[in-house]
């Protein structure tokens, strides 16, 4: 946390803009144009609106005055929105491709879990990065010594802490930050304010006991209880399919009810379908979750577009089964899963009953997720991650929410759009919300 993103990343960042130190940065390849460089911190603060807050808080525009950047904010710049926004930034290629050296490395060193192959990648790596950073920043002259940090050197030892301490996830600082931002909160007496963190931590840790041991997690919980509930209602009017919706979910039905290995000539026809889906029960939904912590999502059409603060948290990604043949017309299918993105407009649980001349023998339920694709989203070449560039969607289709992996944030950058993707086996700062009666601040609700 703060040997990465409080002291490498925010150094970069000023070499970049040219304000690290007293240094001369006129003319350096690794500086980038003033009005570029205000360019991004625009992008990176309109960005909040289209980035989900399950991937982190929303990010200020760095280069106004009096704004704070916490770690968990360089963490998610420097990871996601920085190698799209350095992209062909840099008077020379080799400054992009040291920065993205560096976030590849992080990346691994952020594994859930890591080989010792993969620790032998991290300690050369960083011992290749340090020669670079000399190279581009250092420039081997007494006038920019102040360009060699301590915390430069310190990266080259992160192989031997992960070979000790294991990932560093482990033992990174989020969680005692965090827990040290609440404890801040909790001094009151300013004439004895150890005595009474003391105290503070104390009746902490035995109230805590108390909950594990009596299982009162519930009824010793300091959260915000919920607000007054309404004595009266009144129902909206029943939100209608329509034509073209109805089609979209029959054809679901086709591709559900068919036999596997049908041929184009051996589906259900697609009027059978809209007649079954007239005969169903169904039920929309605003709301889908992951089980196991996964991400919270929401369709667009059940969600109020008015509010200011809005974070979209309706861009997804799915990897469906597709068939392969899908041109071939009289060969069968041969399904293969992909990875693909769009935004989720809908969510049905359909509810069908018995059809003997479709084979359904009994009541079946169906849950069906309407996503609005992303026309053939392209890898970042650039950089090699999970990032994925689109220009325009396409028609909706409708999908098994067994499909859905979880959110996807956005960037708009350079005329497209870029799919920001997080789902993999990289650690992320995740916690759960504080059972102090405060709300979390920026620094500490890492979520």
């Not at 990871?79 to 491709?97: I, M, R």
């Not at 309404?230 to 919706?245: D, F, N, Q, R, V």
């Not at 609005?372 to 560039?389: L, V």
């Amino acid at each position: 946390m703060h040997l990465v993103y409080e002291n490498a990343i925010k150094n970069l960042i000023s070499f970049w803009s040219g304000k690290f130190k007293d240094l001369d940065h006129k003319n350096q390849a690794y500086t980038v144009d003033k009005a570029i460089w205000e360019g991004i911190g625009k992008a990176t603060a309109q960005a909040k609106k289209t980035i989900p807050r399950a991937y982190g808080p929303a990010i200020p525009n760095m280069n106004e005055e009096g704004v704070r950047i916490t770690a968990d904010m360089y963490s998610f710049w420097f990871q996601f929105l920085g190698p799209v926004l350095l992209q062909n930034v840099f008077k020379n290629k080799v400054v992009y491709d040291h920065f993205i050296l560096l976030v590849t490395l992080i990346s691994k060193c952020l594994q859930l879990s890591i080989t010792e192959t993969t620790v032998e990648e991290i300690r050369q790596g960083f011992i290749d990065w340090v020669e670079d950073y000399e190279r581009i920043y250092f420039q081997y002259t007494g006038e920019r010594l102040a360009a060699c940090v301590s915390t430069i050197h310190t990266l080259l030892h992160i192989a031997d802490g992960i070979e000790m301490l294991g990932p560093v996830w482990v033992y990174w600082a989020f969680a005692m930050e965090r827990f040290c931002g609440k404890l801040a909160r909790l001094i009151r007496n300013r004439r004895f304010p150890f005595s009474q963190l003391d105290n503070q931590v104390l009746q902490e840790a035995q109230l805590t006991q108390i909950k594990n041991d009596f299982n009162l997690h519930r009824e010793l919980t300091f959260n915000p209880k919920d607000g007054p509930r309404m004595s009266e209602y009144y129902l909206k009017p029943k939100p209608t399919i329509t034509p073209a919706l109805r089609t979209t979910l029959a054809k679901a039905l086709v591709t559900r009810f068919s036999a596997l290995d049908a041929t184009k000539d051996d589906l259900i026809p697609l009027e059978r379908a809209k007649e079954l889906l007239l005969a169903s029960e169904i039920e929309g939904w605003g709301r889908l979750r992951r089980l196991g912590g996964g991400d919270t999502m929401l369709a667009n059409a059940f969600v109020s577009q008015q509010a200011d603060d809005r974070r979209d948290a309706t861009f997804i990604r799915f990897d469906p089964l597709v068939d392969a043949k899908a041109t071939a017309l009289t060969q069968k299918p041969r399904l293969e899963q992909d990875r693909y993105y769009g935004q989720l407009t809908h969510l049905f649980l359909i509810r069908v009953p018995v059809t003997p001349d479709l084979s359904i023998e009994e009541p079946t339920e169906i849950a069906l997720a309407v996503i609005d694709e992303c026309h053939k989203p392209s890898r970042h070449k650039a950089s090699g991650f999970n990032i994925f560039t689109y220009t325009k969607r396409m028609a909706p289709q409708a999908v098994d929410i067994i499909t859905i992996q979880g959110l996807v944030g956005r960037l708009y950058w350079d005329k497209k759009w870029a799919i920001l993707d997080r789902n993999g086996d990289v650690a992320c700062d995740n916690f759960a919300a504080l059972d102090d009666g405060a709300q979390p601040t920026e620094e500490d609700d890492l979520e």
